[in-house]
């Protein structure tokens, strides 16, 4: 990593993904505390499925609904709160 925070991609790796002079990446934190790099060159579509893991328990509709509005309703007291 040079002083700037900049990182030299392996080949393979940028072959995998596409990657060419001048591309963006993300990093993404999987919640088991790993990262999922991503190239931002590619379609919406390309990101599905990248924040599950191994071992992680598959959600029913129902069951994402409820964490969804426990999410807005923590949100809503924060925004509040302040």
Do not use: W
């Not at 993904?17 to 931002?40: D, T």
């Not at 328990?57 to 949100?75: F, K, N, R």
């Amino acid at each position: 990593m040079t002083s700037k925070g900049q990182i030299t991609v392996p080949k393979e790796v940028r072959d995998d993904l596409n990657l060419e002079a001048g591309s963006q990446v993300m990093f993404v934190k999987l919640p088991n505390g790993q990262y999922n790099i991503v190239a931002r060159t590619g379609s919406i579509m390309d990101l599905a499925g990248i924040l599950h893991y191994e071992g992680m328990p598959h959600l029913t509709v129902e069951e994402m609904d409820e964490a969804i509005g426990e999410a807005v309703a923590e949100s809503y007291r924060e925004s509040v709160a302040r």
